[in-house]
Every structure is written in structure tokens, then in C-alpha cells.
């Protein structure tokens, strides 16, 4: 006589063995993939405002010239004005206009709220316990972050270069030195300049996503990564500062405009990469480690 207990079909100990044959093996690189994790956060209302506040932003600005008024006497241009000279000058200016602190702010969101929110709803823990690598998770969430804050970055020149082309044509691309580049040119300069301005806000990225594993409340994590820009910004502008300002993480925020010059510097746009690259490493290491210890409990 078997020593497991007895049940309808058999014993206990053979139903076990059963189960555990029939039950699909544990891996854990399977493990959240990204694209169920794309899914989840395009679903999400967030990032639907998002990305229809980078589409309408160039609208809005293209009503908001067309309602102001004409220039100064006497032939002089402002910056306005040399906005709606053609598309390539409509996304500079749109680019321009947004880079300080607009962008800065959907980077922050993306990222500062990819974990803080899941703490926030109770659902990490579930996540964790499903069960999800620590390391894993924050690098899926951070990858699927990365990949709609640089989709959001792009779409503000893209759209701004069909309204611009729409409403102001498609000519050369004048800048404030008097230079000019034809329309395919300008085009991807402008492109490159919004690629630029993604990677140079990868310092925000990290450091948003260290302030999210850290906290539980979404908006402390997105608005304490923009506030260390925007005080950032403010100690670039102290001359007194000298050399200082060279490690602040904004000052080489608008290297990229070297690109709208016929021969290209490159200099300071590498340096401003450098610079952005290694402080978000260290944030994103700092954010590792600071996760890998939370209590989600």
C-alpha cells in the first residue's frame, strides 16, 4: 500500500509529479518582453497626451504666427520672423522653442514614471513575485521608456517640417548668420539636431529613472528630474561660474544649432554627447543599485 494519501484517481504524490512534468520550465529572459511592455504603456492615456501634444504643438505655433503681428519697420527680422521664412526654419525654431524645457519634461515623464507608478498601484510587488528579475524589469521598463521619450523627441521636427512645408513652403533653410541650405539638407540636419537633443537629454532619463525607483510618488520623480535641469539651466547663465559651468550637464544643451551652418563643428556637440552619456551612466548605475535593494514590500 502507497504511503501518499489516497485520492479520486490515484494518490497525491503521482498527481504532483504529473503537474510538475506537464508545467512549462521557468526562464527568466522570457520574462516581461518588450513588446507587452510597449503595449501596456501606449495603452496608458499618458502617453496618448504626449504624443498628441508634440503633434499639435507645431499647429499651435503656426496659428500663433498667423495671428501676430507684422515685424518692425525697416526691414529688420526677429526670430519670429525668421521662423516663417520656410519649413526647415519653422522646426528650428519649434525645436528651439521646445528643447529647454518642453522635451526635458516628456523625457522626465517616461522615465520618472515607468516604476513609481507600478509602486504607486500597488502592482510591482506582482511583478517581482510573477516572478521578474529585478535587473530585468527595470531594463525592459527603461528600454520601452527610451524608445517612446526618442519617438516623442522625433515627431515635434517631423511634423513641424510638413506644417512648416504647408504653410511656408519648402525653401532653403537661412540662419541667423545669413548661411543657407537647401530643403533636403536642412531636413536632415534638423533631424540630426532632435537626435541630438535625445541623447543630450539622456542625463534626464537616468536621473529621472533613479528618482522613480526611489520614491513611490510619480510626479516627485518627474518633477525633481526637470527642476535639477531647469536649476541646471540657471547656473549655466552665471558667467561668474567660468570654467564650473563646463560640468553642468545643460551646458552643451544647444551644441546642435552647429549644425545649421554650411561647414559643421562637431566639437561641441561631442562633448555635450560625452558629457550627457556619462552622467546618465551614472545615474542608471546608481538606479540599478538603488532598485536592486528596494523593499517593495
Not at 522653442?97 to 507600478?118: I, K
Not at 504653410?167 to 533631424?191: K, Q
Request: no cysteine.
Amino acid at each position: 500500500m502507497s504511503d501518499s494519501p489516497p485520492t479520486h484517481r490515484g494518490h497525491v504524490g503521482t498527481f504532483a509529479a504529473g503537474s510538475a512534468a506537464s508545467r512549462p520550465s521557468y526562464r527568466p529572459e522570457r520574462t516581461l518582453p518588450v513588446r507587452v511592455e510597449l503595449v501596456r504603456q501606449l495603452r496608458r492615456r499618458r502617453t496618448s497626451v504626449t504624443f498628441a501634444l508634440m503633434a499639435l504643438l507645431p499647429v499651435i505655433l503656426w496659428v500663433a504666427f498667423s495671428l501676430a503681428s507684422e515685424g518692425p519697420p525697416g526691414g529688420s527680422f526677429n526670430f519670429v520672423d525668421l521662423a516663417k521664412q520656410s519649413a526647415p526654419n519653422f522646426a528650428v525654431f519649434a525645436l528651439f522653442a521646445s528643447s529647454g524645457f518642453l522635451l526635458v519634461v516628456v523625457v522626465a515623464l517616461f522615465f520618472g514614471d515607468t516604476v513609481a507608478s507600478e509602486a504607486s498601484w500597488s502592482s510591482l510587488r506582482y511583478l517581482l513575485a510573477a516572478p521578474i528579475p529585478r535587473t530585468r524589469l527595470l531594463r525592459q521598463k527603461a528600454i520601452v521608456a527610451g524608445l517612446l521619450a526618442l519617438a516623442a523627441v522625433l515627431l515635434l521636427p517631423v511634423v513641424s517640417l510638413i506644417v512648416g512645408s504647408l504653410a511656408y513652403g519648402t525653401g532653403d533653410l537661412v540662419s541667423p548668420a545669413g548661411e543657407s541650405l537647401g530643403f533636403a539638407t536642412a531636413a536632415g540636419r534638423v533631424l540630426l539636431g532632435a537626435l541630438y537633443v535625445a541623447v543630450q537629454l539622456s542625463w534626464v532619463a537616468a536621473l529621472a529613472l533613479l528618482l522613480s525607483v526611489s520614491t513611490d510618488a510619480p510626479l516627485g520623480a518627474v518633477g525633481g528630474a526637470v527642476t535639477v535641469s531647469i536649476v541646471s539651466q540657471i547656473l549655466d547663465q552665471i558667467t561668474a561660474l567660468g570654467d564650473l559651468r563646463n560640468w553642468l550637464p545643460t551646458h552643451d544643451a544647444t551644441a546642435w544649432s552647429a549644425l545649421l551652418a554650411e561647414q559643421v563643428d562637431w566639437g561641441e556637440m561631442t562633448r555635450g554627447v560625452f558629457a550627457a552619456l556619462s552622467y546618465a551612466l551614472i545615474f542608471g548605475a546608481l538606479a540599478a543599485y538603488r532598485f536592486h535593494r528596494k523593499d517593495t514590500l
